[in-house]
Nanobody, 121 residues
Framework: QVQLVESGGGLVQAGGSLRLSCAAS????????MGWYRQAPGKQRELVGG???????YYGDSVKGRFTISRDNAKNTVFLQMNSLKPEDTAVYYC???????????????WGQGTQVTVSS
């Protein structure tokens, strides 16, 4: 079993900052990528950004220049530093991992339970 546990959500004023963390635990053989998606009420889930095992980082267009993704490989943890937050960043943020649980296994998508981020104007 694999678990992704997020932390760090909350309420912040526009222009403020928050830092989310996501730790993967369980039977993990290799992690291809970890990252974040978000879903606002009435909207589809969208990519926030992610980081691959090779260190490549990618972001969704709406957060470029404001959000930063980093990782701690030793702890299977990914971080999302969110600066200059806007009310439109309000959403449930989900941690995502593309990982394999044993040698030769097909990588599978795993999701965290989500953490609420609310930005007040």
């Amino acid at each position: 079993q694999v678990q992704l546990v997020e932390s760090g959500g909350g309420l912040v004023q526009a222009g403020g900052s928050l830092r989310l963390s996501c730790a993967a635990s369980g039977t993990i053989f290799s992690i291809n990528a970890m990252g974040w998606y978000r879903q606002a009420p009435g909207k589809q889930r969208e990519l926030v950004g992610g980081i691959t095992s090779g260190g490549s980082i990618y972001y969704g267009d709406s957060v470029k220049g404001r959000f930063t993704i980093s990782r701690d490989n030793a702890k299977n943890t990914v971080f999302l530093q969110m600066n200059s937050l806007k009310p439109e960043d309000t959403a449930v943020y989900y941690c995502h991992a593309d990982l394999g649980t044993s040698w030769g296994s097909m990588p599978t998508d795993y999701w965290g339970q989500g953490t609420q981020v609310t930005v007040s104007s």
